[in-house]
């Protein structure tokens, strides 16, 4: 949604009806994620991708089914090895595409609201129902953090409205998405409605600490990969604009000061770069005492030894010595700066996902792994089922869960 943002805002400032498919479950390998979307308008325009081009001319044919006055539904489409290989794509898989119109000024007035919420990286969630007897296809809930106003919109009873608002606010804390079944009136443990929860988290943070060459490059790596990036340094010749052109934000002041007066969540990645003990130590000291999902710090491997024994004896228990990924980063036989930016860069996403950090041509089985994907990405199914295809497929059910 974000890759595509103010074409939408735009179609919704002017008035101009579109329809709005959205991948909402992927199985096996497929080229987007879920939340991935496309927008056919009036004008027959196109913007977005669900699939990067070997289903798109059919997802079109049916947005503008349903932008014509069809109702809005879901539609599965099988990729086949060949097929999608074929189209430049080596994949394969499945995926669950959910097509609806925002027409009436109504709809486009309330989706403008949710636009606007995630131009400003404000949470918000949409739950959409998927399919059901007891629910229309295309109801819309839109919630918020409790703290910040009740649910609007509503999927067609209270009982799922409250328990759906309760599922939603707990993916948005974790910036998660995915697809979630209810039975009649929001009753647990039931498989009757399937309702795909869309999380827009503000993007997760990157705090980079020491104003080095490593850094600067480490900062531009972190921004394509999505991170809302700071640099930190203590010394003002180094911590200037000028010099990290691509950070978000950079301070000066001592890192540890900074660390822990400044948010850190779950997202939260923690990269120091400092590589001098008197900036290191009670900076990773504080680091460890955060939820962060990654630490990572720079030096040798005596910098390290070293590093561990001051840790220690500043009284970081074993546990949480353990979170420390040092000497930073995968062993690519990296030399540059740019290069060991991305030893960091895979480092974490191989702590985010589970990988291996190994060769994909030395390994079987699924390519991709299973698990939340945070600010707003998906929750896959992960399973390796593979159709012939693209043929689409019209079940009542919708899609297969892709979250407990």
Known sequence: MRDILPDLRARCADGTPFALATVVAVR????????AVLAVDARGQVAGSVSGGCVESDVYEVAREVLAGAEPRVVSYGISDDEAFGVGL???????????????????ADLARVLDLIAADRPVAEATVLGGDAA???????????????????LGDSGLDAAVTEDARGLLAQGATGVQRYGAHGRRRMQEV????????????MLVFGAIDHAAATARIGSFLGYRVTVCDARPAFATRERFPTA??????????????TEV????????????????????AAALRTPAAYIGAMGSRRTHRDRVARLRAAGVAEQDLARLASPVGLDLGA???????????AEIIQHRWGGTGRPLGALTGAIHHGGPIHDGGPIHDGGPTHHDGPTRHGGPDGPHPTAD
């Open 28 to 35: 096996g390998s497929a080229p987007r994620d879920p939340g």
């Open 248 to 261: 978000d934000s950079v301070v000066c002041a001592w890192p540890h000061a900074y660390l822990e007066t």
């Open 136 to 154: 229309r296809t295309g109801a819309r809930l839109t919630v918020r953090p409790a703290a910040e106003g009740p649910a609007t919109g509503t």
């Open 265 to 284: 969540d779950s997202r939260t990645v923690i990269c120091v770069l400092t590589h001098d003990p008197k900036f290191d130590v009670p900076l990773l």
């Open 194 to 205: 399937s309702v795909f929860i869309r999380s827009y988290a503000p993007p997760p943070r």
């Open 90 to 108: 080596t994949c394969g898989g499945t995926i669950d595409v959910l097509v609806r119109a925002y027409a009436s000024a109504a709809e486009l």
């Open 335 to 345: 030399r540059t700066p740019e290069e060991t930016a991305v030893s960091i860069a």
